[in-house]
């Protein structure tokens, strides 16, 4: 809120009350103020994480072997898919209040076979054939357009981006007068498209939470998930695989490390046996034999030697014709 009044002011008289003159920084007495509101509200509920067994468990409302026009066959297929682009809910299903991110239409997927050539999408053996699933993401909230993500078949007959294929036969079989622009939530029931919204994959999921347990399944209760459950699903799963940071922050399009405040909770509560490498060392005297900082984390600096005859530790003899 406070951004938006200041980028009025700045807008209409070149100058904010709420900031430094001349500056970007806020006034240090609303800095305060604000940080007080801050201490005194309750704590953000973050929407939990959903894992690969919710997913299981999802895939029976939606378990159908042909591909015919259902609605909760087609939503399942789409949430399934979009936990392996790491999605937002208004870019694979239509969103209540319509923003800058696009929902996706049959002209943002290819698909190619085992020797990268693209199948159509009216091919009947489109979901057999598939080996390689591409999503263009046109245009988002993070102001990045065109951004393009591959993922290859699983070995995993329930969870794989081939259930994005399934999809996109779907709406082609269903729907009589489709094209490359039609969304992919679309499904042709008695003649008319109905469009899947951000309502009906909520109930769906808040469902399937209840009805396999909550808590006691899962370790969360529906009441503590929703659509964002499904991005932050992927980044977990991700994590929890000592994949780094900046990989994830590509796959699911984060322009920064914010996505960690998602899954942090769950990260704290599940530590992936962090207790057995915090016994590794005796003393923390000397860690030599150690390694202790991530290769693939841009985040942390491992220890450099700079053969330059200055700054290392291994002395260059200088440099001589006669040598």
Not at 2 to 27: M, N
Not at 39 to 46: A, E, G, H
Not at 126 to 145: I, R
Request: proline content about 4%; aromatic content about 10%.
């Amino acid at each position: 809120a406070v951004s938006h009044l200041a980028a009025s002011f700045w807008e209409r008289f070149e100058r904010s009350p709420l900031h430094i003159k001349d500056g970007q920084q806020l006034l240090p007495s609303l800095k305060a103020l604000l940080k007080a509101f801050d201490n005194t509200d309750d704590p953000v509920r973050r929407q939990r994480a959903i894992t690969p067994q919710f997913l299981r468990k999802l895939h029976t409302f939606g378990s159908l072997l042909t591909i015919c026009a259902n609605l909760h066959d087609h939503a399942v297929d789409l949430i399934i898919g979009a936990y392996f682009f790491a999605m937002r809910s208004c870019e694979y299903v239509c969103p209540t209040l319509p923003g800058k991110t696009k929902t996706l239409q049959l002209r943002h997927l290819i698909f190619r076979d085992w020797q990268k050539k693209n199948i159509d999408h009216s091919n009947p053996r489109l979901v057999a054939k598939m080996q390689y699933c591409t999503v263009c993401f046109e245009d988002q909230t993070n102001g990045q357009n065109q951004d393009r993500c591959t993922h290859w078949r699983t070995l995993d007959p329930l969870l794989c981006p081939s259930r994005l294929a399934r999809a996109v036969r779907r709406v082609v079989t269903t729907i009589p007068n489709w094209s490359s622009h039609t969304l992919l939530c679309s499904v042709g029931l008695l003649g008319r498209t109905h469009p899947i919204s951000q309502t009906f994959t909520l109930k769906l999921l808040r469902h399937t939470c209840s009805f396999f347990g909550g808590k006691e399944t899962f370790g969360f209760d529906a009441h503590e998930i929703g659509n964002k459950s499904l991005r932050s699903g992927a980044a977990m799963a991700l994590f929890l695989k000592n994949h780094s940071v900046a990989k994830i922050m590509i796959l699911g399009r984060w322009s920064s490390d914010a996505f960690l405040v998602y899954i942090r909770p769950q990260v704290l509560e599940w530590t992936n046996n962090m207790s057995v490498d915090m016994t590794t060392f005796d003393s923390f005297l000397d860690v030599r034999m150690y390694d202790i900082a991530s290769q693939s984390d841009p985040q942390t600096s491992r220890r450099r030697f700079t053969l330059d005859g200055r700054s290392s530790n291994v002395q260059i003899p200088a440099f001589d014709l006669h040598n």
